[in-house]
DNA sequence: ATTTGCTCAGCTC
DNA sequence: GAGCTGAGCAAAT
């Protein structure tokens, strides 16, 4: 049942990296561990991604807290998209307190659905 | 077979 | 603790 078809395997992964918020960054394993796939094919998935617009593919990065690569305007611009948002960089790294599971970042979307709900 | 937007375990300093 | 190396990994070319 591992056997999804390439363009669903798209979507969700589209979908969970537009739920990551602006100031956090989370990591392709963590990524790949909610598809069930190897970080790589998730690597190549946000790569291919017809709109870098909508899709904040600079949001995610090596488990190390590098950068990796950017096939949209190179690392440079990941860099400052990422300096923009509130994260860190320090050497072409950024610090660990900004990177997050995307169970986490999951659970407080779930939250605040739920916040909405009451009011 | 080679190249990749990766990651882990071991090793050295 | 921080940095480097080598191997393993899955999909595209």
């Known amino acids: ?23 956090k960054v989370t990591t392709y394993s963590s990524l790949a561990k909610m598809v069930g ?4 094919v998730v690597a190549r998935i946000l790569k291919e991604n017809e709109n870098p ?3 904040p593919c ?10 990796g690569g950017y096939s949209f305007g190179g690392p440079k ?7 923009l948002e509130g994260v860190k960089v320090i ?3 950024v ?4 990177i997050v599971d995307l169970e986490r970042i999951m659970e407080e979307g779930e939250k ?3 916040d909405l709900k009451c009011t």
Not at 1 to 23: A, D, F, W
Not at 37 to 40: A, D, G, M, T
Not at 58 to 67: E, N, S, T
Not at 95 to 98: F, G, L, N, Q
């Open 1 to 23: 049942m591992s056997n999804i078809n390439r363009e669903v395997l798209k979507e969700i992964i589209y979908i969970l990296v537009q739920l990551i918020p602006p100031g």
């Open 37 to 40: 796939k190897s970080p790589r």
């Open 53 to 55: 617009i909508v899709i």
């Open 58 to 67: 600079h949001r995610v990065i090596y488990k190390d807290g590098r950068l």
């Open 77 to 83: 611009i990941k860099k400052k998209l990422l300096e």
């Open 91 to 93: 050497n072409n790294r």
């Open 95 to 98: 610090i660990k307190e900004h």
């Open 112 to 114: 605040i659905e739920v």
